[in-house]
């Protein structure tokens, strides 16, 4: 593998720019990472274009494959339960709480009017909109590295993010409209076309549609302009201090609010690990915006005002055009107050009630390995690079057979968030030579991944980490195009191990949580219910819920049953109405008060003249169990009882 085929500008065949900072020494056992010296636009070759059909057609396969694959029941029932209501003519958070911003649900509402009403109709927009995603990876790898290296980064992060869990989760919206906003920021410092602010700006206004994280992107954009402003100052010369020092302050008490922000968020679980992993690493990006604003020689604030405002305008302008159009949507139907209530308020229950501690910050010793051979590429002993080679080989055959190395190995991962925020700011400042648009990329892939790693709050599991994994992989690839030249052996190596350990350890799973052990097979089976469309579940799981839905139409009447706590599939499976306005018992508003809600519940049931309950097994990450109180009426109003795996069904004579 030469390193004309890994390095260049335009398919292997450098610019000018671009020239003048590959190595003169460059052997074939080495990458030359691209870095771009110029804001030329990138166009890309004959032989990249080859090369990244290719790896769609690769990435496509292997998510089709596991298209089906796999489920967590109550996000599916979540996501299914409410499309259905709103094909059926609710509006969200109006006639019931929905989970997200509701963009999605009317997504999946169309889904299942095209595709028909079933689990696997969500999945086909979520195929669509990967199968888009996938060139924005390579595009965004290329302006760091050449065609075959980009397409292996594009590869790895595939089989690291939407295959392990194909369910059509809000987060995965958020991950690929964040991959094309950055993209078209990229086309930004390229291009200085503010056309790609605005698109860039839409991408975000259209994640937060998805999910109300979406505005992690939108602050990781407006991060990045702040940069740009300052990377933009230092190429013109000074003329004169006049409001400098206004700027400054107003660029300072923009990071501070930003991190106060980000503080309030965090201290609804103020630990140690949370600070880490989700402090610690924007927190790095502001200090370096904060030394750079301050640090440096100060020139005209009304410029730099202006420039700023150039830039922030067309992006905020393309968030806020879509919020508008679907607000507007909501005013018709008189919904606008509860809409707003259910954001900024109801949501923040997640972080209070919902909630999973991310990794210890000791798993770290898990990235060794990884820190090693990295080390190991820049080193010129072909041997060091051999020998980092077989130690991955090793190392993933530890964990095909130990399940504490493959824990180790898997949970250490996250923590690669905070070690990117560390050395992201670090090569910025410590490696002059690089020119201000390299130094604008590097530090916009580092802030998207960075920022939109906060998804992660609060359920610090590996389903989440999967969210955004995409994105550090590029943010990691970006920081090491600040370094001329590594070789190929240990490079190549350190992607295959983890390549390998995602589809040989690691899939098919749940994403939801880590499976026990690569070693504990997962057998799939179909479940033979109407609306599931199909879906490979785990074999264990099929009599029960097919037994779980013959009895519910054995002794239900009417169209209405209640499920609880927190079991919305048993609705959508089963065929039968919530009479309720909860997804999730902890989102109703009464939750805190339980006497309360017991009596409204119950009037609620005889209201609509619930005949059936399902009492299913209590979730400690969201509403655990039913309160005693409500038990005990449930227990006596509908006394006759059946036991189905998990599951109790009781229902009135």
Known sequence: MSASALGGANGGTPTPAAANYAPSNASANSISFRQPGSEESFHESRHGWIVLSATW????????????????????????????????????????IEIYTGGLTYLNALAFRLFGVNLFSMRIPLFLFFLAWVPSLYFIARRFTGPIAAAGITLLSVVWSVPNYPEAMPSWYNLFLASWGTLALLRFIESEKKRWLWIAGLCGGLSFLVKISGLYFVAAGLLFLV????????REPTRGNVGGRTYRLFVTLGLAAFLAELLRLVYQQPTFTEFVHFVLPSGCLVALLLWQAWSEPASSGANRFRKLIGMGLPFLAGAFVPVAVFLLWYAHEHALAVWFRGIFVLSMRHTVLAALQAPSPLT????????LVLYLSFSRSKWASWAAAIGMVVLLAAGRVSVHVYELLGLSLPMAIPLLALAAPVCLLRLPSLRAPAKDKIFLVSAVAIVCAL???????????????????LAMLAVLSAVPRARTVPMAALLSFYFLFAVWLHTPVYFITMRVGPHDPLTLSSLDLPRVGGLQVPAGEVPEFENLVHLIHEHARG??????????????????RNPTKTIYDFLDPDFLDPAAREIRLLNTLAGHRVSLVVLAPPNPLLSGSPSPGLKAALDARYPESATDGHFEVRWKR
């Open 57 to 96: 057609v690769l990435a496509a396969a292997y998510m089709a494959v596991h298209l089906r694959v796999g489920w967590y029941p109550p996000d599916a029932g979540m996501l299914a339960q409410e499309a259905l209501r709103t094909l059926h003519g609710q509006v969200p958070y109006r006639d019931f």
């Open 227 to 234: 940069y740009r402003e300052q990377s933009l100052a230092r």
């Open 364 to 371: 770290a010793v898990g990235l060794i390995p990884m820190a």
């Open 455 to 473: 998804v992660q709050f609060p359920y610090g599991s590996p389903a989440y980490f999967g969210y955004v994994v995409p994105l550090v992989v």
């Open 559 to 576: 169209r209405f049953i209640y499920c609880t706590p927190d079991c919305p599939e048993v609705y959508f499976l089963s065929g039968y």
